[in-house]
């Protein structure tokens, strides 16, 4: 449940992805994720709802190893912490970016919550974004300005994923070498073959 797929993955194309985690209760925001095309700026697909920290990392994991290794760029401030733990425990083969402030995912002080929302708004002036999920643009259009948050009452964590994916392609290194078990492998080298998408565990649709 709350998985869009609009581009399947196409071998050898970059991806990037952000990642909005939340606490995961009932009472909780959703966690949301934000799968991008790295060239275009088209979202190819997304994924929101109240998981828990280790289980949005578990299907941000899934969903970046069968988007040819996305990058992964995750908002770090609070359960983000626990988000990239687990990456870092249980999906050391992925890339895990660097914010505006060169450490692993995106610190949304108030300069970073600037900063971020600069890049994603750049990518929609400029015409290099193409959004499908509706929701998504609801939230971006409900951003204030003054606070760069939703209004009171209402959810922004579609709209950070999303303002998250853009600051990766902003922020991601050139591709030349992508961490891989341990090691280096060169992105030039074939990436593997593409897998539909059925949860952390990987998988055929039913």
Not at 32 to 59: I, K, M, N, Q, Y
Request: aromatic content about 8%.
């Amino acid at each position: 449940p709350g998985r869009l797929v609009y581009v399947l993955p196409v071998p050898g194309r970059k991806y990037v992805i952000g990642a909005d985690p939340a606490e995961g209760n009932p009472t909780s925001d959703d966690s949301s994720l934000c799968v991008l095309d790295d060239l275009t700026g088209e979202e190819v697909a997304s994924l929101s709802g109240r998981f828990e920290p280790a289980v949005l990392a578990a299907h941000a994991a899934a969903i970046a190893r069968w988007y040819n290794r996305a990058g992964i760029m995750v908002e770090r401030n609070n359960h983000g912490h626990a988000v990239l733990l687990w990456l870092r425990d249980n999906a050391p083969d992925l890339r895990r970016l660097c914010g505006h402030d060169k450490n692993e995912g995106w610190l949304s002080s108030s300069k970073g919550k600037a900063l971020l929302y600069d890049h994603c708004a750049d990518a929609f002036r400029l015409q290099d974004a193409i959004l499908h999920t509706f929701a998504t643009y609801v939230q971006l259009a409900s951003i204030e300005g003054a606070t760069l948050r939703a209004p009171e009452g209402q959810y922004d964590d579609r709209a950070d994923a999303c303002a998250l994916a853009h600051a990766a392609r902003a922020c991601a290194p050139p591709p030349a070498y992508s961490p891989h078990a341990g090691g280096s492998y060169p992105q030039s080298a074939p990436m593997p073959a593409a897998r539909p998408y059925n949860g952390p565990g990987g998988g055929y649709p039913r």
